[in-house]
């Protein structure tokens, strides 16, 4: 696949020229609705897609299926996303209001650490090409240990990463407006906002971990491991304010998204035996999902959402 330099740059400047019109949109502080969220939500899946068409109508079925299967993988793994998220913003009591700014910096690292563990792969597995294989058993591995402790729950209280900023960062317990620093007493400290952050990047690093080698696995071309992943990846603040209500209600997603990464895990491993067809990833991937959705929205249609207000208020 021939991706020309000017590609490459017209892609960043469309990334570039959304992220500004969204920074513009929600330049002050204000609760996202669920109609906002939902218009966002419309508005990037949009993109995300007909993107996928432009790819399709000028390389080819193979190269469109091979985006839209790593845009659904990114798009599913962004909603375990959603749950940590959650989990950060109600542990620091962060005002609804406040959560778009902090999600805009999150995605804005998180393109820029993918970008660059995207180039790392991709020099590896140029060079290296039994790196697939490693890849492949870290996926089924992953997606193993996802299943078993889908269950369990985070405790941010004995994050080593936490612990070990609050002690060594100056800092306040009093929100100041969105500002990730405030001046106290002739002295720069940080606001509860700035060690949202810090968790918010970790996370989406930690997270970058599974999702680029998993979209690794149905493509190994950087142009379409890069664009599926950061169109996925431009609409995950939308998502958070559409889903943050109805994460109680998703019990079984977690072990949806062990399996597809043991699947594209084991269409890595099989890689020198028989080259799974994409239209089957693609089939796979979204059953895996969709039943997961379905089962756990049919298994809890008797509970009421938690009112927007308790949701990282």
């Known amino acids: 696949m021939d991706v020309p330099f000017w590609a490459w740059v017209a892609v960043l400047a469309v990334i570039v020229t959304m992220l500004a019109i969204d920074l513009f949109a929600h330049r002050t502080a204000h609760v996202v609705g669920?109609?906002?969220?939902?218009?966002?939500s419309a508005v990037w899946v949009s993109l995300g897609l007909a993107f996928g068409g432009v790819i399709w109508w000028a390389y080819g079925a193979q190269a469109g299926g091979e985006y839209y299967a790593?845009?659904?993988?990114?798009?599913s793994l962004a909603v375990d996303n959603v749950f940590v998220f959650a989990l950060?913003?109600?542990?620091?009591?962060?005002?609804r209001e406040y959560q778009h700014r902090v999600l805009f910096y999150g995605v804005l690292g998180a393109l820029?650490?993918?970008?660059?563990?995207?180039?790392?792969?991709?020099?590896?597995?140029?060079?290296?090409?039994?790196?697939l294989y490693l890849f492949g058993a870290f996926l089924v591995y992953t997606g193993w240990k996802m299943f078993r402790h889908r269950d369990d729950e985070m405790d941010l209280s004995q994050?080593?990463?936490?612990?070990?900023?609050?002690k060594t960062v100056p800092s306040t317990e009093d929100y100041h407006g969105q500002k990730f620093w405030a001046k106290q007493a002739g002295r720069w400290v940080a606001t509860p906002l700035f060690f949202v952050l810090v968790m918010v990047e970790t996370t989406d690093i930690i997270f970058?971990?599974?999702?680029?080698?998993?979209?690794?696995a149905v493509t190994q071309e950087p142009f379409l491991v890069f664009t599926s992943n950061a169109f996925a990846i431009l609409g995950l603040r939308a998502m958070y304010f559409l889903l943050a209500d109805l994460?109680?209600?998703?019990?079984?997603?977690?072990?949806?998204?062990?399996?597809?990464?043991v699947f594209v895990g084991a269409k890595m491993l099989l890689l020198g035996v028989y080259k799974i067809p994409i239209w089957v990833s693609l089939v796979v991937i979204a059953a895996c999902i969709t039943t997961a959705v379905v089962w756990s929205l049919r298994a809890t249609r008797e509970t009421t959402p938690a009112p927007k207000a308790e949701v990282g208020a």
């Open 88 to 95: 950060i913003f109600t542990y620091f009591a962060v005002p």
């Open 247 to 261: 994460i109680d209600r998703f019990i079984f997603l977690k072990a949806g998204l062990a399996a597809v990464l």
């Open 112 to 131: 820029v650490f993918r970008a660059i563990f995207i180039a790392g792969g991709a020099v590896l597995i140029e060079n290296f090409a039994w790196v």
């Open 34 to 40: 669920v109609r906002e969220a939902a218009t966002w």
């Open 159 to 166: 994050n080593r990463l936490l612990r070990w900023a609050k």
């Open 70 to 75: 790593g845009y659904l993988i990114e798009k």
């Open 208 to 216: 970058a971990v599974d999702s680029i080698p998993a979209i690794f």
